[in-house]
Structure formats: structure tokens, C-alpha cells
């Protein structure tokens, strides 16, 4: 029986205090003894931001790479060997700015891993910079007169391209955003939780007090994750309020069933012809 505190990491972690990562590290921790998925089990992979330290604290495989790239390299290791779980941690510049078009090319492949977001809408790493989710007129040590272009909704963005599972988690809300983690890790194919995170030294207009305000369980009130026109609908926000928890979920086939090849076990056990690679990249 896997337990949360099996993994249990003592790396020294100099996230801020009160940092909204903490919350997303214990719900992943939940949501991985809740599948009772054994570390061996489990890759997390990151590229570069304090979001991508993530893998450092969770005692398991990882891999910890270039910045806005962790999409790339998970969609590599997962056709490897598709018998792990795979994780993706990023921030919300690593994803959607560095990473963007990685992005997209997951979504369209559906390759089956699940993506965590930590949407601060700000870089946290490089002390404060405006992010494609940060709010137009945010302002910060750089962008003085507030940033001039407008946010991203990756939400929207990703129902649009066809994404399988949406869902948009909160910091603060542990056991909610455990459980979406674990379905998002449950269903065969892409799935996106973008989490509303709380950056407590360069954000200081999106607090655990704002969003206390605002973020509302949409599966509490009837919510049917089947429902297209519906979760559009939650992509945005209600007036002030922010709809949470799982928006969208559709049967899909996910990228390692499209890969015959992949039919007779996991890659990394199939026998090769070691000659016939080594003269194929020789005479490339
Ligand atoms: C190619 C490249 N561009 C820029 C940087 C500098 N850089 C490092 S982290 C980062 C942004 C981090 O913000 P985010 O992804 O939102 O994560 P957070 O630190 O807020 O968790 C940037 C711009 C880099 N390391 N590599």
C-alpha cells in the first residue's frame, strides 16, 4: 500500500514560505498513494522556473531539463516506455510562453501524460516579470506602466484545440486539486490542470485571499464534464467569481494507442537491430 509520505523528499526546498507550490506538492503526493502508483512507477519531468523545481521534492524518477522543453521530453520518455505515469510541472511562462508550442503539439497528439500548471501568472524564478497569463496593466519592476498585452486563457485555449480533460485546479484547495490530479493520472490520454497559484513575493493582487473570494467548485453544482458548450463556459470567469475542478472529459484515443509498434509491450523491451540503427544514422 503507497503511501503520500513514501514520497517523501528531504532535498533543502528554498521555495518562499507560504509559496502556493507546497499545496500543489502534498496534492500530488495524495493523488499518487490514492492510485497506490509505487515511485518506480512515476517520471516527473520539468524544464525551468521555481514551478520546475517541483520534481526535486517528491521522491521519485525525474527529470529536470531546458526551459518551455518539459513537454518534448515527456512525450519521448512516455513512448519509451508507456507503462509509467508520466508528470509535467510547469509555470505558467515555462508552459505557456517558452513551451507554447509544445503545448498545442501535445494536445494535438494527445500523448498521455498528465500536465500541472502552476499558473502564478507572473516568473517567478527571474524576480517578476509579467507572464502570457499575467492581467494587462499588472505591474512589476519592469513593466512600470503595467504589461501591455492582454492574458492568455489556456483553458479556453486548450478546449478549443480538442484537449480530452481540462480542468482548473486552486493551491489552496488540497483535496479538490488531489483529486483532479488523480483522475487527470487515471485518464488515458492529455490531460490539463491548470492551477491557480499563489506567488507570495511578486504577485501581490492574485493572494490565497483574492482567490478565496472567487474560486468556486464547479462539480459541486452540477457541473457535467461532458458537456462542450458548458465548459467553455467555465474557460471564463463568472463576473468575479472563478469556476474550479474538472470543466471538461471526453473519451479519446490517446497517442501510444496509435503507435502499432507500441502493441507488443513497452519500447524500451523491444529487441532492435543494433547494426541496422547504427548504419541508418551513420548514413544519414
Ligand atoms: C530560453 C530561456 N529563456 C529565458 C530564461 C530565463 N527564465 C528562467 S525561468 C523563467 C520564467 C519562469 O516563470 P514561470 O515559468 O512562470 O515559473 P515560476 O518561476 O513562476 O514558477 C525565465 C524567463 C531561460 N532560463 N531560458
Redesign the pocket.
Known amino acids: 500500500m503507497v503511501e503520500a509520505a513514501d514520497y517523501q523528499c528531504d532535498f533543502e526546498n528554498k521555495w518562499c514560505p507560504g509559496c502556493g ?1 507546497f499545496g500543489i506538492v502534498n496534492a500530488m503526493k495524495d493523488a499518487l498513494a490514492a492510485l497506490d502508483l509505487p515511485a518506480e512507477k512515476v517520471l516527473l519531468v520539468s ?6 523545481k517541483t520534481p526535486h521534492f517528491l521522491k521519485c524518477n525525474f527529470f529536470h531539463g ?3 522543453r518539459a513537454l518534448a521530453v515527456a512525450t519521448g520518455a512516455k513512448i519509451a516506455n508507456h507503462d509509467i505515469s508520466v508528470l509535467v510541472n ?6 505557456y ?2 513551451g507554447g508550442n509544445h503545448f498545442l503539439a501535445a494536445i494535438r497528439r494527445n500523448i498521455d501524460i498528465t500536465l500541472l500548471v ?1 499558473d ?1 501568472r ?5 524576480k517578476g ?1 509579467a ?1 502570457p497569463t499575467s492581467d494587462r496593466g499588472f505591474v512589476t519592476r519592469i513593466q512600470a506602466e503595467g504589461a501591455r498585452s492582454d492574458p492568455m486563457n489556456p483553458v479556453a485555449l486548450a478546449l478549443s484545440q480538442g484537449a480530452g480533460f481540462v480542468a482548473r485546479g486552486y493551491c489552496g484547495s488540497t483535496d479538490q486539486l488531489g483529486d483532479l490530479i488523480r483522475q487527470g493520472l487515471e485518464y488515458p490520454g492529455f490531460s490539463l490542470i491548470d492551477i491557480l497559484q499563489v ?1 507570495v513575493s511578486f504577485n501581490h493582487v492574485n493572494t490565497y485571499d483574492w482567490y478565496r473570494e472567487r474560486a468556486f467548485d464547479i462539480n459541486e453544482n452540477g457541473h457535467q464534464p461532458g458537456d462542450l458548450q458548458a465548459a467553455m463556459k467555465y474557460a471564463y470567469p463568472e463576473g468575479d467569481r472563478i469556476p474550479t475542478g474538472l470543466i471538461y472529459r471526453k473519451e479519446t484515443v490517446p497517442f501510444t494507442q496509435r503507435i502499432r509498434r507500441l502493441n507488443a509491450g513497452p519500447l524500451l523491451g523491444q529487441e532492435y537491430d543494433r547494426q541496422r540503427v547504427q548504419s541508418l544514422i551513420r548514413d544519414a
Open positions: 507550490n524544464g525551468i522556473g521555481q514551478a520546475a531546458l526551459h518551455g510547469m509555470g505558467d511562462g515555462d508552459c510562453g517558452e502552476h502564478n507572473v516568473y517567478g524564478l527571474t516579470q507572464s506567488c
